[in-house]
T-cell receptor, first 114, second 110 residues
Framework: NAGVTQTPKFQVLKTGQSMTLQCAQD?????MYWYRQDPGMGLRLIYY???????DKGEVPNGYNVSRLNKREFSLRLESAAPSQTSVYFC?????????????FGPGTRLTVL | DQQVKQNSPSLSVQEGRISILNCDYT??????FLWYKKYPAEGPTFLIS?????DKNEDGRFTVFLNKSAKHLSLHIVPSQPGDSAVYFC?????????FGTGTRLQVFP
């Protein structure tokens, strides 16, 4: 049981390049999330998917797109990378209920845009 | 507008003593709060949660207190251990997502 896995672990891009961050979970969770973490900013939600086939914008969606490929996989795409997108990206999943939403996080992808 | 605030960026505590991490919130329509712990180069891990109908929840060395009138949440760690040194995030659960605070870095020294 691997939990939430993310690839790649590290990536360096040049401004204007594109890339896709991959995320998969094996916990049969309905909900999946993408966050970015920047110094002093905490974890900010980029996009989320409450169930297979649905996606919604979070707090900082500009410059990103997502695809919920199936129940297990949720990818994040940067179409034209900018230095402001240098960050650590975390994927998470949960089986949220009315009473709680315990999210399980992947190990993160450290992205540098030059 | 930050809905969940952790006003102390860092905290240093001696091993064996109590660590108290604080969180303030503005939105009264929450359903629950959670605390996460994060080590360097790892993803956050869930620590403990509390629902809006409770004012205290305890799990081993960790206790979370909720003061709804003051819109204040605190995490107590007793006794503190060096392995507790990490960044701690509080998060508010509302509608279909979590809102995280900016985190407090706890250092437990011998």
């Amino acid at each position: 049981n691997a939990g939430v896995t993310q690839t790649p672990k590290f990536q360096v891009l040049k401004t204007g390049q594109s890339m896709t961050l991959q995320c998969a979970q094996d916990m049969n969770h309905n909900s999946m999330y993408w966050y970015r973490q920047d110094p002093g900013m905490g974890l900010r939600l980029i996009y989320y998917s409450a169930s297979e086939g649905t996606t919604d914008k979070g707090e900082v969606p500009n410059g990103y797109n997502v695809s919920r490929l199936n129940k297990r996989e949720f990818s994040l795409r940067l179409e034209s990378a900018a230095p402001s997108q240098t960050s650590v990206y975390f994927c998470a999943s949960s089986d949220r209920t009315v009473y709680t939403d315990t999210q399980y996080f992947g190990p993160g992808t450290r992205l540098t845009v030059l | 507008d930050q809905q969940v605030k952790q006003n102390s960026p860092s905290l240093s505590v001696q091993e064996g003593r109590i660590s108290i991490l604080n969180c303030d919130y503005t939105n009264s329509m929450f359903d629950y709060f959670l605390w996460y712990k994060k080590y360097p180069a790892e993803g956050p891990t869930f620590l403990i949660s509390i629902s809006s109908i409770k004012d205290k929840n305890e799990d081993g060395r960790f206790t979370v207190f909720l003061n709804k009138s003051a819109k204040h949440l605190s995490l107590h760690i007793v006794p503190s251990q060096p392995g507790d040194s990490a960044v701690y995030f509080c998060a508010e659960g509302n509608t279909d997502k979590l809102i995280f605070g900016t985190g407090t870095r706890l250092q437990v020294f011998p």
